[in-house]
């Protein structure tokens, strides 16, 4: 099993970024998928949700700026992120929930929104 996030770097407040989670290694198509971020000392934050029948939740803190999506046909996961504060910077890691309890984690991607 492999979670491989990407799209990461330095970008302006008021920017954008898109991050890709490609996996591997598990039916991708029947997963949850979700973007978990931490700041630097702090704890990790649920950012957004897609479910495997299209559901999508967000936290408050990026509703509206973020969209969370898939391609099940190329087994990805994206969150594109618009408008992007400092607050904002933080390691994005993707995490698969599978409806029997088996997850899993990708390695991290470093977002880092600055002037």
């Known amino acids: 099993v492999q979670l491989q996030a990407s799209g990461g770097g330095l970008v302006q407040p008021g920017g954008y970024l898109r991050l890709s989670c490609a996996a591997s290694g598990f039916t991708f198509s029947r997963y949850t998928m979700r973007w978990v971020r931490q700041a630097p000392g702090k704890e990790r934050e649920l950012v957004a949700v897609?479910?495997?029948?299209?559901?999508?939740n967000y936290a408050d803190s990026v509703k509206g700026r973020f969209t969370i999506s898939r391609d099940n046909a190329k087994n990805t996961v994206y969150l594109q992120m618009n408008n992007l504060k400092p607050e904002d910077t933080a390691v994005y890691y993707c995490y698969a929930l599978g409806a029997g309890g088996a997850n899993y984690w990708g390695q991290g991607t470093l977002v880092t929104v600055s002037s």
């Open positions: 897609l479910t495997s029948g299209g559901n999508t």
